[in-house]
């Protein structure tokens, strides 16, 4: 980020510097700076794909779902072969609630970029809220093994595998994802008994629900960004 605040304090216009500075904040979760640097971006530059996209993503998650569709179709159009932005698209249909259009673009984003974690995870978790869950096991399998140290896809697989009645792979998968997202003992183990709970009174609830809050509650194992 100081690199990036560098090239812009020596060329303010220049909008590949406010776009790179958008990712770079967008990634560590701040929002509201990485929308303003998003936004100078595009008034730089309005074809600018990524910075549509990573618009596209904040808007996402700060709930204008019909806007960040809008940047994405763009940024998209623009600039069609880039997978992740398929991710993001993907990530903005789920939570519209359209699983259909989601998997389009999560096997487009595939398709394009294989080695691409988030897209085997995202796409997972949609198979999973489908209740499609051995299509689920198999992308989730995938996720963990091109990025063995995301927490949140070992949680999303420990609950498919609970669905699944897969008692013990379920808590070693629960027991590493808390391993490796840090989360305290006491509170990991009372959302564990939650999920279990929950399971067994088979309560409609969604694996995808972690997208529709700004922190991971039920699924994931700690506050942060997507």
């Keep these: 980020?100081?690199?990036?605040?560098?090239?812009?304090?020596?060329?303010?216009?220049?909008?590949?510097a406010w776009s790179n500075r958008c990712g770079a904040r967008y990634a560590r979760g701040e929002l509201d700076a990485a929308l303003s640097d998003c936004e100078r971006a595009l008034k730089l530059n309005p074809r600018n794909a990524t910075a549509l996209n990573n618009r596209g993503?904040?808007?996402?998650?700060?709930?204008?779902?019909?806007?960040a569709l809008a940047d994405l179709d763009q940024a998209i159009k623009l600039d069609p072969g880039r997978g992740y932005f398929y991710v993001n698209r993907g990530k903005a249909w789920l939570v519209k609630g359209d699983a259909e259009r989601a998997l389009n673009d999560l096997d487009q984003a595939i398709k394009l970029d294989p080695s691409h974690a988030e897209a085997w995870w995202t796409r997972g978790v949609i198979r999973a809220q489908e209740q499609h869950y051995a299509r689920a096991l198999d992308d989730f399998d995938q996720a963990i093994?091109?990025?063995?140290?995301?927490a949140e896809v070992w949680h999303n697989?420990?609950?498919?595998?609970?669905?699944?009645?897969?008692?013990?792979e379920a808590e070693a998968d629960f027991a590493r994802s808390r391993e490796i997202g840090g989360r305290p003992?006491?509170?990991?183990?009372?959302?564990?008994?939650?999920v279990k709970e929950k399971v067994r009174r088979k309560s409609p609830f969604l694996i995808s629900?972690?997208?529709?809050t700004k922190c991971f509650k039920t699924y994931v194992m700690a506050c942060g960004r997507y």
Excluded: H, S
């Design 1 to 16: 980020i100081a690199d990036y605040a560098e090239a812009i304090r020596l060329n303010p216009r220049l909008a590949d």
């Design 57 to 67: 993503g904040i808007l996402t998650q700060k709930g204008d779902v019909d806007g």
């Design 145 to 150: 093994k091109l990025a063995p140290r995301l």
């Design 157 to 168: 697989r420990a609950v498919t595998l609970l669905r699944l009645d897969r008692l013990p």
């Design 185 to 194: 003992k006491p509170e990991a183990e009372q959302l564990w008994r939650e």
């Design 209 to 212: 629900q972690y997208w529709r």
